[in-house]
């Protein structure tokens, strides 16, 4: 499957594939593969009945920083705007909490794994299922680049933050190799 990722801030030059912008500054449909769209009801990992509008909205609420602990205002944004928190306003990032209201800290990669993966992953499966289909039939006959503003496709390199992008392609391989 001839997918692979490349930076929005960079020229693309591929004259001969077809270039999706999966950001959340992307066309519609392909802007419904960013982390910040508003799906709504994606269930927030280890706190039962809780639901986000958005992937990043899980990610930002369960963050913790020397002077602030969880928001769970960030779970209700749907303007894939204001979702952020920063160092600059609340101090180092202490980890990501194992839950809203869990009592363990989890350090960066663990929270990739056990929180991140898991919400960006349903989010694929429960609710792109068309894109996701789409994206596969247009690779089936041309390659693709998906467009992304980090192409960090390794979840244990936490030098850098973790491409979505690279998420899709993942999730497209597997699933063409499960097929085949």
């Known amino acids: 499957m001839p997918i692979e990722v490349a930076s929005k801030r960079r020229k693309v030059t ?51 920083f020397e002077s602030s602990d969880v928001d769970p205002s960030k779970l209700s944004v749907r303007s894939m705007k204001g979702l952020k928190r920063t160092v600059r306003r609340f101090g180092q990032v202490r980890g990501h909490r194992a839950g809203l209201t869990g009592d363990r800290l989890l350090d960066y990669r663990t929270a990739r794994h056990e929180i991140y993966l898991p919400t960006y992953r349903w989010v694929l499966e429960n609710r792109l299922q068309e894109e996701v289909a789409r994206l596969r039939e247009l690779a089936e006959s041309a390659d693709v680049v998906l467009l992304d503003y980090t192409t960090n496709g390794d979840v244990d390199d936490l030098r850098t933050p973790l491409s979505h992008a690279a998420l899709i392609v993942g999730h497209l391989s597997a699933a063409a190799s499960r097929q085949g």
Request: net charge negative.
């Open 14 to 64: 591929r004259p001969d594939a077809l270039v999706v912008d999966v950001t959340s500054r992307g066309p519609d449909p392909w802007v419904r593969f960013s982390p910040f769209y508003p799906h709504g009801q994606i269930p927030v990992p280890m706190s039962p009945g809780a639901t986000s509008e958005s992937v990043e909205g899980v990610w930002q609420a369960l963050k913790v």
